[in-house]
Every structure is written in structure tokens, then in C-alpha cells.
């Protein structure tokens, strides 16, 4: 896949990451100040992963770094929406 096509897709992801967290505001602001650590995570994931595509461009070392920190975040990601679904039915 070129470069400008994962580009491309990572500003897609950004977008839908985005309107994630604006479908879901209403939601998570009646819960508590916890409930966005994932609409934080997914967004920081998306965005370094972005900035890896195109900071990787100039700077090839750093762009492989970020990738690393994207990944961990997307990881992180993960462990934070197990965390809120078991939060979410421990408070219904």
C-alpha cells in the first residue's frame, strides 16, 4: 500500500474516531469523568499513527517510534473498553 493511501485511510480512521466521540458525548458526560479514557486512547492511537505516516516520511526513525506508541496506545484502547463494559454493568 503507497504512502498516500495509508495516509489517506489514517485521516479516515481520525474522522471516524471523531465521530465516535461526538455520537457518544451525551452518553459518557451523565456517567462520570472516566468514561472518555477510551474516546482519549482511540483518539491518541489514530492521531500517532498519523503523525508516524507523516512524520515517517522526513524522518524515518521517528516515525517508527510513533508507530510503536500507536500500536501501544491501541492496546491500551483495548484494555480501557474491557475496563468501562465491566464498569458499565457493575453501575446498571
Known sequence: MSTAKKIAFALLALM???IYIA?????RKEIG???FID???LFMTVFTWLM???IG???PHSGKILAKIALLFGIFFI???VGEYIAYTALS
Open 16 to 18: 471516524i474516531a471523531i
Open 23 to 27: 455520537v457518544t458525548f451525551r452518553l
Open 33 to 35: 469523568w472516566w468514561a
Open 39 to 41: 474516546c482519549f486512547v
Open 52 to 54: 508516524s505516516l507523516v
Open 57 to 59: 516520511q522526513m524522518i
Open 79 to 81: 484494555i480501557s473498553l
